[in-house]
Nanobody, 121 residues
Framework: QVQVVESGGGLVQPGGSLRLSCAAS????????MGWYRQAPENARELVAT???????NYADSVKGRFTISIDNAKNTVYLQMDSLKPEDTAVYYC???????????????WGQGTQATVSS
């Protein structure tokens, strides 16, 4: 069994910051990539940022220069530092981890339950 658990959401004013964390645990052989996605009401889920085990990152254009993703491989944990937040960043943020559970298995995606981030004055 694999668990993916996010934390760190909340309410912040425009221009403020939030830091999200996501930890994967359980039957993990290795994690290939981790990332953050978000879904606002009536919108489709969209990519925010991803990072490989080796530290290669990818960001949505809408968050470049404001958000920073990082990974702690020893802790199977990914972080999302969100600065200069805007009301349009309001969404449920979901963590994704692509995990191999055995030496011979292919990576498969696991999702967290989501954490709400609200940017409002």
């Amino acid at each position: 069994q694999v668990q993916v658990v996010e934390s760190g959401g909340g309410l912040v004013q425009p221009g403020g910051s939030l830091r999200l964390s996501c930890a994967a645990s359980g039957s993990i052989f290795t994690i290939t990539t981790m990332g953050w996605y978000r879904q606002a009401p009536e919108n489709a889920r969209e990519l925010v940022a991803t990072i490989t085990r080796g530290g290669l990152t990818n960001y949505a254009d809408s968050v470049k220069g404001r958000f920073t993703i990082s990974i702690d491989n020893a802790k199977n944990t990914v972080y999302l530092q969100m600065d200069s937040l805007k009301p349009e960043d309001t969404a449920v943020y979901y963590c994704n981890a692509n995990i191999r559970t055995t030496f011979s298995s292919l990576p498969r995606p696991y999702w967290g339950q989501g954490t709400q981030a609200t940017v409002s004055s």
